[in-house]
């Protein structure tokens, strides 16, 4: 199936300090892509649905201005956690849709656990 | 909220077959079943969906019910690499449309 890759795997901060997570499809093109956080032994929640090309889509609950999301190609968004706090402790995932592939599954990245100290 | 509901957790015996279960009797007419599964630390891997008929890979078979109300993935010979927690999520095929994750079921592959 399709690849989406994330980086850093894994990442550890400074409290105030942002952190910034790259979401890559690496073999095809995404015009939308999906935000999750998991936190240890709970499903995964969405946080955000990312437009190329526009502003993103937030869920209910979910501070935009801490989260920034930036999805500037088709093949790239970004999420910033800015002033991060150790609450924003997570293990964030990202996916994207194979719009031109047959089956239109959603596809997930590794994930990026964050830690903020 | 999740239109999915799953047991929490099943065992299976290594080289048995997995079957398992999941209700959606809220699904709509052009929503598919998908099916995901997480293993620990990692990000979810697809299995397989479909809409109406049967579905089968590699990895799994899907027998979806004829109302649709309910599905069953099943592992045809499960092995330990097979442990992980299964979601099974309903929703569109649009492409701005995401999948929305229950609390999914964890199942133990035992030698």
């Known amino acids: 199936g399709a690849v989406v890759s994330q980086h850093p795997s894994r990442v550890i901060c400074k409290s105030g300090t942002s952190v910034k997570i790259e979401c890559r499809s690496l073999?095809?093109?995404?015009?939308?892509m999906f935000w999750y956080r998991q936190f240890p032994k709970q499903s995964l929640m969405l946080m955000a649905t990312s437009n190329e090309g526009s502003k993103a889509t937030y869920e209910q609950g979910v501070e935009k201005d801490k989260f920034l999301i930036n999805h500037a190609s088709l093949t790239l968004s970004t999420l910033t956690v800015t002033s991060a706090h150790p609450e924003d402790s997570s293990f964030y995932i990202c996916?994207?849709?194979?719009?031109?592939?047959?089956?239109?599954?959603?596809?997930f990245g590794p994930g990026t656990r964050l830690t903020v100290l | 909220d999740a239109k999915t509901t799953q047991p929490t957790s099943m065992d299976c015996a290594e080289g048995r077959a997995a079957n398992l279960p999941c209700n959606h009797s809220t699904i709509s007419g052009n929503e598919y079943v998908y099916w995901y599964r997480q293993i620990h630390s990692q990000g979810p891997q697809y299995i397989i969906h479909g809409l109406k008929n049967n579905e089968t890979n590699e990895m799994a078979s899907l027998i979806i019910t004829e109302d649709r109300k309910s599905s069953t993935l099943i592992l045809p010979h499960a092995t330990l690499r097979d442990t992980a927690v299964y979601y099974c999520i309903v929703g569109g095929y649009s492409g701005n449309t995401p999948l929305v994750f229950g609390k999914g079921t964890r199942l133990s592959v035992i030698a």
């Open positions: 996916s994207a849709r194979d719009r031109g592939g047959p089956g239109n599954e959603q596809f």
């Open positions: 073999d095809f093109q995404a015009t939308t």
